[in-house]
């Protein structure tokens, strides 16, 4: 199986930064891509960011430019930087990866248990 740690969430001031990371650990054969979602109270799960193995990058349109995410192949971690955080942003941020599990023969997506950030004055 597949471990999914997030480490970073905190709280902070509007404005603020937070760098989010998630370290991948088990039995993976290959990842396609990593990235991270977020759902905040009463709200449906969204995505935030993903990079794929190759590098490809997507973000949705109200982070982009804000966030950035980027990756350490070797450690399987990747990581969520956020800068000038509002309000809104306030959610559990959950990491996901997208691969083949060693002794599998398809491709799935795991996740982590999310971590908190809440942005607030």
């Known amino acids: 199986q597949v471990q999914l740690v997030e480490s970073g969430g905190d709280m902070v001031q509007p404005g603020g930064s937070l760098r989010l990371s998630c370290a991948a650990s088990g039995s993976i054969f290959s990842i396609n891509a990593m990235g991270w979602y977020r759902q905040a109270p009463g709200k449906e799960r969204e995505l935030v960011a993903s990079?794929?193995?190759?590098?490809?990058?997507d973000y949705a349109d109200s982070m982009e430019g804000r966030f950035t995410i980027s990756r350490d192949s070797a450690k399987n971690t990747v990581y969520l930087q956020m800068n000038s955080l509002k309000p809104e942003d306030t959610a559990v941020y959950y990491c996901?990866?997208?691969?083949?599990?060693?002794?599998?023969?398809?491709?799935?997506?795991?996740w982590g248990r999310g971590t908190q950030v809440t942005v607030s004055s």
């Open positions: 990079i794929t193995s190759g590098g490809s990058i």
């Open positions: 996901y990866l997208d691969g083949l599990l060693r002794y599998k023969i398809t491709r799935a997506r795991y």
